[in-house]
């Protein structure tokens, strides 16, 4: 039995990302804040995997998946 994907997975994919341009987007977000972000691949699997991201990072991965770039 096939498992269903993760919202945030399904979201990375439909908006035509790879794991590692989200987390390129995402420290972009941080760093338009003057902030750095420890978000790295695995960070992200385990986002994909029911891990709960917090809510600084929520606001992140929003701005990664519209698209918002510097």
Request: glycine share 8%.
């Amino acid at each position: 039995m096939e498992e269903t994907p993760h919202p945030l997975e399904l979201a990375r994919r439909a908006a035509g990302l790879t794991m590692d341009g989200l987390v390129d987007r995402i420290r972009d977000a941080a760093t338009r804040r003057g902030l750095r972000s420890g978000i790295d691949t695995a960070r992200v699997r385990k986002w994909h995997r029911g891990t709960r991201p917090n809510d600084e990072s929520q606001v992140y991965i929003a701005e990664a998946l519209a698209g918002l770039r510097t």
